[in-house]
Every structure is written in C-alpha cells, then in structure tokens.
C-alpha cells in the first residue's frame, strides 16, 4: 500500500524557514516526480515545487523561487522542501504528491490532477 507522510510543519515568524518532509512507504520514489501543492483557506490549491524521479529537474511557482528548494534523497526515499523567507502568504495546508514518470527528466506543477497518490498535509503558519 503506497503512503505519503508529511512533516516539519509548524508556526514560523516572517522570514523564518522551515524544510518539509515527504516520506514514501510501501514502493519507491525512483520512478516518481514528486511534486509539493499547498492550499489556504478559501483558495483552491496550488502547485509550488516540483522535482524529477532523478532529481536532475526541479521547478517552482514564481511565487516561490529564489525562496524554496526541492530536493530528493532516494536512499531515504524522501523529497524536502527547504522553504526560505517565509512570508504570512506562504500559509497553507502543503500536500506532497507523486506522479508516475520513469526516468524521464520532466515533472510539473500546473495540473494538480495529473498526481496519484497524496499525503495527508502539514500546516505551515507564517505570522507574527
């Protein structure tokens, strides 16, 4: 049985960072792009992040880059979101997902319905 686990949510100030886990159990993520959604109160989700089965390909909501990071460790079949700056917008309920992809160097965050397989979310709060 597929299962994706988020953690490292929580309460951070303005400007604070916080890096988000997602864990995979019950198959690997070598053949996944990993993608991280987030979606506030009354807002539809969003995508923001997304990395490739083999790492070599990330990309970011405008909203993000040059805050966030994505990165994969397979070993540990595990995708971080190391979030940077964060602002009071950044609040959100962040969904990791995966998408089946082979080793194709390719992942996107424009069509959350194009991922399987969701964890169950962690809050981020940004405020002071």
């Known amino acids: 049985q597929k299962e994706l686990v988020e953690s490292g949510g929580g309460l951070v100030q303005p400007g604070g960072s916080l890096t988000l886990s997602c864990t995979a159990s019950g198959f690997t993520l070598d053949y996944y792009a990993v993608g991280w959604f987030r979606q506030a109160p009354g807002k539809e989700r969003e995508g923001v992040s997304c990395i490739s089965s083999t790492g070599g390909v990330t990309n970011h909501a405008d909203s993000v880059k040059g805050r966030f990071t994505i990165s994969k460790d397979n070993a540990k079949n595990t995708v971080y979101l190391q979030m940077n700056n964060l602002k009071p917008e950044d609040t959100a309920v962040y969904f990791c997902?995966?998408?089946?992809?082979?080793?194709?160097?390719?992942?996107?965050?424009?069509?959350?319905?194009?991922?399987?397989?969701w964890g169950q979310g962690a809050q981020v709060t940004v405020s002071s």
């Open positions: 997902a995966v998408q089946a992809s082979g080793l194709l160097r390719i992942c996107q965050i424009a069509a959350a319905n194009g991922y399987t397989d």
